[in-house]
């Protein structure tokens, strides 16, 4: 079956960095735009990121860009997030999805579009 496992969050000091990991089994991510989203207590899921299939679209939220890179791995099945300059409003769990209509990234991240979550990775920030 379709899993999606999301790794590397943790606690980490203000201006600090992270890099997650999102690990898909079952499924290609070859023809999907993938996203990451982040969820803080009591707030909406939010999009964080966005990387096409191929074509090098990307979308990035206004309140990370500049600070996040979304990437795709050399191995297959494989997404990153690399968080440098860390704030503590970027507390919150992160979760990878698949855009199940898309394969490039638009300019906003329509949450009903992606599917297969996983379970998301814990990032506080903090000092």
């Known amino acids: 079956q379709v899993q999606f496992v999301e790794s590397g969050g943790g606690l980490v000091q203000p201006g600090g960095s992270l890099r997650l990991s999102c690990a898909a089994s079952?499924?290609?991510?070859?023809?999907?735009?993938i996203g990451w989203f982040r969820q803080a207590p009591g707030k909406e899921r939010e999009g964080v990121s966005c990387?096409?299939?191929?074509?090098?679209?990307?979308y990035y939220a206004d309140s990370v860009k500049g600070r996040f890179t979304m990437s795709r791995g050399s191995a297959k099945g494989m997404v990153y997030l690399r968080m440098n300059d860390l704030e503590p409003e970027d507390t919150a769990v992160y979760y990878c999805?698949?855009?199940?209509?898309?394969?490039?990234?638009?300019?906003?991240?329509?949450?009903?579009?992606?599917?297969?979550w996983g379970q998301g990775t814990q990032v506080t920030v903090s000092s």
């Open positions: 990387i096409g299939s191929s074509d090098g679209s990307a």
């Open positions: 079952g499924f290609s991510l070859d023809y999907y735009a």
């Open positions: 999805a698949a855009n199940l209509l898309r394969s490039v990234c638009s300019d906003s991240m329509v949450k009903h579009e992606y599917g297969y």
